[in-house]
């Protein structure tokens, strides 16, 4: 069964004279069915592997940051205790010889490596236009939920920087401000600069821009100074223009008045999986280069030293950057 059965099955005969909640109801139960069958396969918790770590001091994943006491690590065999979790490994590697490594051979399975590329693929793509329209809508909650998805796909990838800033976008919308600091914080994670619904851009997508137009006008040696000071002219400049534009009876700047069309590339797309009996496994079919961490469910495998990162990363004040040094 593949994606575009469901829709091809359940289409109504009468859709165009179905009133537009009966369209909006009959889509959404189709895109419901996909995202279970496709995304979630069926199962109640993507998250099983994750969730079992982090609910589990006693986890094997977790074995260096459960003995963790008054600001000491302890010893798990002796009555050792250090500051630095580093300090702990050395001593129980040298004096205990507990491997730091845990070099297990995995068995080899046969499977379908185009299936697995692909349907990863789709749920990263789910994942990405999840929080994309979440922007355009202005939705700040769901762009904030966003980022504990995004986390352990990071973690997994060594993205370490975009890994640092989901655990502090999760820190500071669970709980690390005050109530009044958080709605603030959920509610400008994005900007709009057009006007009109959903037409809302993120807020370091505008910062980058704006970081772009600084050091365009900013030639010749480019100090902090400088930058800051340009930057603050900006506002006037936008201001000045939109007067001038008004005092001349200038029109509106031409632009992209419609949504680009992606229909074609949409149809080329479904061709080529069609094409391919990409949605039945088969598997003999392998790809002509090795990606590590390839998994058609890509949360799994993300919770190796999942939980140094989380503790060594988690911010202790708001919009406080510092690692924790012990970790």
Request: aromatic share 8%; hydrophobic share 30%; with cysteine.
């Amino acid at each position: 069964m593949t994606p575009f059965s469901l829709y091809s099955r359940e289409r109504v005969s009468n859709y165009q004279e179905c009133l537009v909640e009966q369209k909006r109801d009959w889509l959404n139960g189709v895109c419901e069915k996909l995202v279970k069958k496709w995304f979630f396969e069926e199962s109640d918790d993507v998250f099983q592997e994750i969730r079992e770590v982090l609910e589990n001091p006693h986890h094997e994943e977790n074995y260096w940051t459960s003995t963790l006491e008054s600001g000491r690590f302890h010893c798990h065999h002796c009555s050792k205790d250090y500051k630095r979790v580093s300090s702990l490994k050395a001593h129980e590697s040298e004096k205990h010889k507990i491997p730091l490594k845990h070099s297990t051979k995995k068995k080899r399975e046969t499977k379908d490596e185009v299936h697995c590329y692909i349907m990863m693929l789709f749920k990263l793509v789910m994942l990405h236009r999840n929080f994309d329209s979440a922007v355009d809508m202005g939705d700040g909650s769901r762009c904030v939920r966003s980022a504990k998805y995004e986390l352990p796909i990071y973690h997994k990838t060594h993205k370490i920087k975009y890994t640092i800033s989901s655990i502090h976008t999760i820190a500071m919308s669970s709980g690390l401000l005050n109530p009044d600091q958080e709605e603030r914080f959920i509610g400008n994670r994005f900007v709009n600069l057009q006007g009109g619904v959903n037409s809302n851009i993120a807020l370091d997508e505008y910062i980058e821009m704006i970081n772009r137009d600084t050091k365009a006008s900013c030639t010749g040696h480019k100090t902090k100074e400088r930058i800051l000071r340009h930057s603050k002219e900006f506002p006037l400049l936008v201001q000045l223009t939109n007067q001038l534009e008004a005092a001349s009876s200038m029109g509106t700047r031409k632009g992209f008045h419609h949504l680009p069309s992606y229909c074609s590339d949409v149809q080329k797309v479904a061709k080529d999986l069609f094409e391919h009996d990409i949605f039945r496994q088969n598997e003999n079919r392998k790809l002509n280069k090795k990606l590590p961490g390839l998994d058609k469910n890509p949360f799994l495998n993300c919770t190796k030293d999942l939980s140094v990162m989380l503790h060594r990363h988690r911010p202790l004040s708001p919009y406080g950057m510092l690692r924790d040094s012990t970790f």
